[in-house]
């Protein structure tokens, strides 16, 4: 099987090209590097530098003729996508759409999309949130991950593009970025191991459904090898529910260090609670959640720890 991997040189992308890989798969990672990092690429992935919002990429598919599209490449950032919907719009939007046309016109079979389960529901009433829950977001972010699932049902309808999607829980694990488009997780790890000042958003009430990037991706290759895609769309998430104040302490206790929680300003355009209800995914695809919080955390702090030993 041939599977183009849009932003495969990022946090999640760069694990679903590894496991891709394992399975014998050909893989073509599409990337622009904006955030994603060239050492991520799996060496035995053939890489194409370019932006997915370009028309020059229809070369990749013309050339490569993928069998499947896994789609990761996105403006993450929910503080800029507040600051800057436009790029958002540019990003999340324009740039789904011209995958969507080429994958029609190039004969994709079946279209993997990441979209967001924290940022399309807005504030939840329902915890954790069904597939079924209104979709109201928050951020010009959680549009545009919204506005990317109706395409693809209209891109099914149109032209019976196969596709599924995946609302994803906050994912956290090693490589994901400390830096510009980052989760707390690396926040916090990164800045703990160090001995810098943690700085918690809000009053640290603030909850969040986390997800192991392992867990995610095992998601994510169910979806891929669904035996009959249509146009499906799952949550992935643990269905519990983790305050930053409870993440903030356990991760105290595993990284051995001290320090006392300082507040900052709440963060705009987030909501206050999210988790994710799995039980759809679970029944039709046989996934579930398998590796937990502490777990998680024990490994990717071991991760950020590294370039500390050398």
Not at 62 to 72: A, F, G, Y
Not at 260 to 283: A, H, M, N, Y
Request: charged content about 25%.
């Amino acid at each position: 099987m041939k599977v183009l991997v849009t932003g495969g040189a990022g946090f999640i992308g760069s694990h679903i090209v590894d496991r891709l890989v394992m399975e014998d798969n050909e893989v073509i990672v599409l990337d622009n590097l904006s955030t994603g990092k060239r050492k991520n690429i799996h060496k035995k992935a053939k890489f194409y530098k370019m932006d997915i919002v370009s028309p020059k990429i229809e070369k990749i598919f013309r050339n490569e003729k993928p069998d499947m599209v896994s789609h990761h490449a996105a403006q993450m950032d929910i503080t800029r996508s507040l600051a800057d919907p436009i790029f958002d719009a540019q990003v999340n939007i324009l740039g789904t759409i011209n995958l969507l046309d080429l994958s029609v016109k190039h004969g994709v079979r079946h279209f993997v999309f990441a979209s967001s389960g924290g940022a399309v529901y807005g504030d939840q009433y329902q915890f954790p949130a069904t597939e079924e829950h209104d979709t109201s977001p928050l951020n010009p972010y959680g549009i545009s991950k919204l506005a990317g699932e109706k395409y693809l049902h209209y891109y099914r309808q149109k032209s019976g593009l196969a596709y599924t999607c995946l609302r994803y829980a906050n994912i956290y694990g090693p490589r994901q970025d400390p830096f510009g488009e980052s989760g707390v997780v690396s926040v916090f790890g990164h800045k703990m191991l160090r001995k810098e000042e943690v700085i918690i958003n809000g009053n640290g009430m603030q909850s969040r459904d986390y997800l192991f990037v392992e867990d995610a991706v095992e998601a994510h290759m169910a979806a891929l090898h669904f035996p009959n895609p249509g146009g499906e769309v799952f949550n992935v998430g643990s269905g519990g529910e983790t305050t930053v104040n409870d993440l903030y302490k356990l991760m105290h206790e595993l990284t051995e260090t001290t320090g006392k929680e300082v507040f900052g300003p709440e963060k705009k355009g987030e909501q206050v609670r999210s988790s994710l209800d799995s039980t759809k995914i679970q029944k039709i695809l046989d996934w579930e959640p398998r590796i937990s919080l502490r777990e998680g955390l024990i490994r990717t702090i071991e991760y950020f720890r590294k370039p500390l030993k050398k």
